[in-house]
């Protein structure tokens, strides 16, 4: 049987090769170059100097972040493609495991020949699943080795996208998709329809879970502090900045996503800008910068958060694909 799972499913094994091959060849270059130009620019040393206080001055760290920034800007559009392999496997491994099956109807011959259903979901959910799970350890601990510089240069790791990029949740998007492509392919017993259905359905997961739960994991914390302050919000903390703005004297939000730097206190620039706010109708000082966010050091918690959803969305999608094939004539 594990011969017979490994002849089925050997080309789609030879692609996967091929695709983490070509992947590698991008990120291993890139990425060593990436962690050399952050190194020795000095900008490494800097951001550890500035450390991760919430307000900053930023100092000479801003200027060596630019030049980083204009050399490597372009980088987190092709991590935009990495987001696309736990789908491909998913399309790929879990959609055809059942679909192909029965749509040729191989099915009743394997059933028939002395081997069980029981036997037979076991021997490919778990090649099939084991190789889906060492796939994506290895696109997660290369992707988030990758993306380090640019993280540490002030995108952080909370990021939309960006936070699908690291740690363990690529791990449960990939076995998701293909617990999923296996769940619509019991259901729809034709391979391309049911990788159709299956691209859908996990993008439209994907979304609900990380624009509706994911900002709701943990409550979020908030910022304050005068516009005249000598020090601004540190961007280099790797924080999850959700909303930010102006507040007044009332505590009214006026200004949203917005942050204003007026002189230091006691000047009469500073002054002038504050009558400035005052006379374009914003209210009563005194003004305040605003900002809701999650802290960067929560990071490993929504991890393990949206890790276990996806891992329990994958219980219940096999849960329920083996049902359906013990019910499948």
């Given at each position: 049987m594990i011969w017979l799972t490994w002849r089925q499913h050997r080309k789609q094994a030879l692609w996967t090769a091929v695709l983490m091959a070509v992947l590698a060849a991008a990120v291993i270059p890139t990425g060593l170059s990436m962690r050399a130009a952050f190194k020795d620019s000095g900008l490494a040393d800097c951001l550890r100097r500035l450390g991760h206080d919430r307000l900053a001055t930023g100092g000479d760290c801003q200027a060596l972040s630019q030049r980083f920034d204009n050399q490597y800007g372009a980088m987190p559009f092709?991590?935009?493609?990495?987001?696309?392999?736990?789908?491909?496997?998913?399309?790929?491994?879990?959609?055809?495991?059942?679909?192909?099956?029965?749509?040729?109807?191989?099915?009743?011959?394997?059933?028939?020949?002395?081997?069980?259903?029981?036997?037979?979901?076991?021997?490919?959910?778990?090649?099939?699943?084991?190789?889906?799970?060492?796939?994506?350890?290895?696109?997660?601990?290369?992707?988030?080795?990758?993306?380090?510089?640019?993280?540490?240069?002030?995108?952080?790791?909370?990021?939309?996208?960006?936070?699908d990029l690291h740690g363990t949740a690529p791990i449960g998007y990939t076995?998701?998709?293909?617990?999923?492509?296996?769940?619509?392919?019991?259901?729809?017993?034709?391979?391309?329809?049911?990788?159709?259905?299956?691209?859908?359905?996990?993008?439209?997961?994907?979304?609900l879970v990380e624009l509706l739960a994911r900002p709701s994991y943990l409550p979020a914390k908030s910022l304050t502090y005068p516009i005249d302050s000598p020090v601004l919000a540190n961007r280099f903390t790797g924080d999850w900045v959700r909303a930010s703005g102006l507040r007044n004297g009332t505590g009214e939000l006026v200004m949203p996503d917005a942050q204003i730097g007026c002189a230091q206190d006691g000047t009469e620039a500073s002054a002038r800008c504050v009558a400035d706010l005052s006379q374009q109708g914003f209210g009563p000082g005194p003004y305040t910068n605003w900002q809701e966010y999650q802290p960067a050091d929560r990071f490993w918690t929504f991890q393990a958060i949206e890790t276990g959803i996806f891992l329990a969305l994958t219980a219940l999608l096999l849960f329920l694909a083996v049902r359906r094939i013990r019910r499948i004539a």
């Open positions: 092709l991590a935009i493609l990495f987001l696309l392999l736990p789908l491909l496997v998913g399309l790929f491994l879990g959609a055809p495991l059942v679909a192909r099956e029965v749509e040729n109807g191989t099915h009743r011959l394997i059933w028939t020949q002395g081997i069980s259903r029981r036997r037979w979901i076991v021997t490919k959910f778990g090649l099939v699943g084991g190789a889906a799970l060492v796939l994506s350890v290895v696109y997660a601990v290369g992707v988030s080795w990758w993306f380090q510089p640019l993280a540490d240069n002030g995108l952080g790791r909370f990021r939309y996208l960006v936070f076995l998701f998709a293909v617990a999923l492509g296996i769940l619509v392919g019991t259901v729809c017993r034709k391979v391309l329809p049911a990788m159709g259905i299956s691209l859908v359905a996990f993008v439209a997961v994907r979304a």
